[in-house]
């Protein structure tokens, strides 16, 4: 695939061979964690350390090419083409390699591959995944969010009907797994999408080379990169990195101060002096910069201010319009008519008919 961004390989992935290949095998290569056997399985994992991720929300693998190998549950899981595995949250799971690398622009024609779908009450977060075997490390494309309550439901759904396998749930479940592809399409195609790395370079959660906080250990083996020469010291994430992670994780639940700093496993005090020297802001000014992005978004659908503000974790609607305003000079009743303006686009006015 010739790629001009991922956002449209991603949506050709989808229209040329996921909707296909549900069309034709239904949900009948989509697994649950208990459904993994050792048929599913390669030998254990590489990795002595392995960082397992736990997320709050179901997340759906799509393995694209090649056979991806994978941590779910302490099992080696690999993703063949075609093959579908859908977590629930607060599933155990990891990459099976050293280090993680990020990739601006990763082409999903590369082998092995997995498509990866993070489920949030507000939307999905959309990324790849490269198995660079030769290196040793999972090279992950720039992730970015189509947003809508839908998906949420969707999904959960889905996942009500594998896990009921109560009459004709193979059927209910095809059409479900379908429409939720089909959102996902008309999401990547309208207004309601968002690159989540919508701050400047220097405040963005995660660095281009991150590696899993539990791994301290680090490969023995001196690997070069062909076209770079030697690979970046990867070091373990810096307190501000887990901190930054927590937020971006987060935003829109009512986190604190505290929360953030329990997270980052550092005294209130210590962590904004760090956060600060590194980012520029403290804890919860970045916070806001995160939830704020993530509000101009949202305030592109027909959504209600109101619930904009919960979906990113202001309780309050008034609080949410005033510090919208200070922090863009307009209401966001304001900037959404600002905005519409902007993209309608220029027709001709009929003549009348008088």
């Given at each position: 695939?010739?790629?001009k961004?991922?956002?449209?390989?991603?949506?050709?992935?989808?229209?040329?061979?996921?909707?296909?290949?549900?069309?034709?095998?239904?949900?009948?290569?989509?697994?649950?964690?208990?459904?993994i056997?050792?048929?599913?399985?390669?030998?254990?994992?590489?990795?002595?350390?392995?960082?397992?991720?736990?997320?709050?929300?179901p997340?759906?693998?799509?393995?694209?090419?090649?056979?991806?190998?994978?941590?779910?549950?302490?099992?080696?899981?690999?993703?063949?083409?075609?093959?579908?595995v859908?977590?629930?949250?607060?599933?155990?799971?990891?990459?099976?390699l050293?280090?993680?690398?990020?990739?601006?622009?990763?082409?999903?024609?590369?082998?092995?591959?997995?498509?990866?779908?993070?489920?949030?009450?507000?939307?999905?977060?959309?990324?790849?995944?490269?198995?660079?075997?030769?290196?040793?490390?999972?090279?992950?494309?720039?992730?970015?969010?189509?947003?809508?309550?839908?998906?949420?439901?969707?999904?959960?759904?889905?996942?009500?009907?594998?896990?009921?396998?109560?009459?004709?749930?193979?059927?209910?479940?095809?059409?479900?797994?379908?429409?939720?592809?089909?959102?996902?399409?008309?999401?990547?195609s309208?207004?309601?999408?968002?690159?989540?790395?919508?701050?400047?370079?220097?405040?963005?959660?995660?660095?281009?080379?991150?590696?899993?906080?539990?791994?301290?250990?680090?490969?023995?083996k001196?690997?070069?990169?062909?076209?770079?020469?030697?690979?970046?010291?990867?070091q373990?994430?810096?307190?501000?990195?887990?901190?930054?992670?927590?937020i971006?994780?987060?935003?829109?639940?009512?986190?604190?101060?505290?929360?953030?700093?329990?997270?980052?496993?550092?005294?209130?005090?210590?962590?904004?002096?760090?956060?600060?020297?590194?980012?520029?802001?403290?804890?919860?000014?970045?916070?806001?910069?995160?939830?704020?992005?993530a509000?101009?978004?949202?305030l592109?659908?027909?959504?209600?201010?109101?619930?904009?503000?919960?979906?990113?974790?202001i309780?309050?609607?008034?609080?949410?319009?005033?510090?919208?305003?200070?922090?863009?000079g307009?209401?966001?009743l304001?900037?959404?008519?600002?905005?519409?303006?902007?993209?309608?686009?220029?027709?001709?006015?009929?003549?009348?008919?008088?």
């Amino acid at each position: 695939i010739v790629m001009k961004n991922i956002r449209e390989a991603v949506h050709d992935v989808i229209a040329q061979r996921v909707l296909p290949w549900i069309e034709r095998d239904g949900i009948s290569k989509l697994l649950l964690p208990e459904q993994i056997t050792q048929a599913h399985c390669a030998t254990p994992m590489r990795c002595e350390r392995p960082c397992y991720l736990r997320y709050r929300g179901p997340i759906l693998g799509i393995g694209l090419t090649g056979k991806a190998p994978h941590g779910i549950d302490g099992k080696t899981f690999i993703f063949t083409r075609g093959r579908m595995v859908l977590l629930p949250g607060g599933t155990d799971n990891t990459s099976v390699l050293k280090y993680w690398r990020r990739n601006e622009n990763l082409n999903p024609g590369r082998s092995p591959s997995i498509l990866w779908m993070l489920v949030y009450p507000f939307g999905i977060r959309v990324q790849i995944s490269h198995i660079a075997e030769e290196e040793d490390a999972t090279e992950t494309s720039r992730p970015y969010m189509l947003l809508g309550r839908h998906f949420n439901r969707l999904i959960n759904n889905l996942l009500e009907e594998v896990q009921s396998r109560s009459p004709h749930y193979a059927t209910i479940g095809r059409g479900i797994l379908t429409e939720f592809m089909g959102r996902c399409l008309r999401s990547a195609s309208a207004a309601a999408s968002v690159d989540i790395l919508d701050l400047p370079p220097s405040r963005r959660p995660f660095g281009k080379w991150f590696t899993p906080k539990s791994h301290k250990g680090l490969p023995k083996k001196n690997r070069r990169d062909k076209q770079h020469g030697k690979l970046p010291p990867r070091q373990p994430p810096s307190r501000v990195q887990v901190a930054q992670e927590f937020i971006y994780y987060h935003y829109h639940m009512p986190i604190n101060l505290d929360d953030i700093a329990e997270a980052a496993e550092s005294s209130v005090n210590h962590l904004i002096r760090q956060f600060k020297t590194v980012t520029g802001l403290t804890p919860i000014a970045y916070l806001l910069q995160v939830r704020m992005a993530a509000a101009r978004q949202l305030l592109l659908t027909d959504l209600k201010v109101s619930e904009v503000s919960r979906l990113i974790g202001i309780e309050d609607a008034f609080y949410f319009s005033r510090l919208f305003r200070r922090e863009t000079g307009a209401n966001p009743l304001a900037y959404r008519r600002r905005m519409s303006k902007s993209t309608r686009t220029p027709h001709t006015p009929r003549k009348s008919t008088r």
